[in-house]
């Protein structure tokens, strides 16, 4: 079994910057397509941003420009930097990474959400 956990997630002004993390627990695990959605309320869930194993980039039209997707995978981490933030986009994040265990298929995993608010 694979747990992701994300933090980073706060209140911040208009134009800030935050910073997510999400951090892959578990044991004989190997991450590929890792990921970052968000959901605001009464919306449905979107892709923000995503990032292969190679490390190979892609973003929702909305944030380019102003979010950066990483990973670390000597960590299991993937991270999500924040710039320029707006108030639309305040939403919950959630962490999403296709995962194969030894011995097993591949499976996709969800954290359980970082809240993002941005308001003055």
């Known amino acids: 079994q694979v747990r992701l956990v994300e933090s980073g997630g706060g209140l911040v002004q208009p134009g800030g910057s935050l910073r997510l993390s999400c951090a892959a627990s578990?044991?004989?695990?190997?991450?590929?397509?890792m990921a970052w959605y968000r959901q605001a309320p009464g919306k449905q869930r979107e892709l923000v941003a995503g990032v292969t194993k190679s490390g190979s980039t892609n973003y929702a039209d909305s944030v380019k420009g102003r979010f950066t997707i990483s990973r670390d995978n000597a960590k299991n981490t993937m991270y999500l930097q924040m710039n320029s933030l707006k108030p639309e986009d305040t939403a919950l994040y959630y962490c999403n990474a296709d995962v194969v265990l030894v011995g097993a298929s591949i499976r996709n995993y969800w954290g359980q959400g970082t809240q993002v608010t941005v308001s003055s």
């Open positions: 578990g044991s004989s695990f190997t991450i590929y397509n």
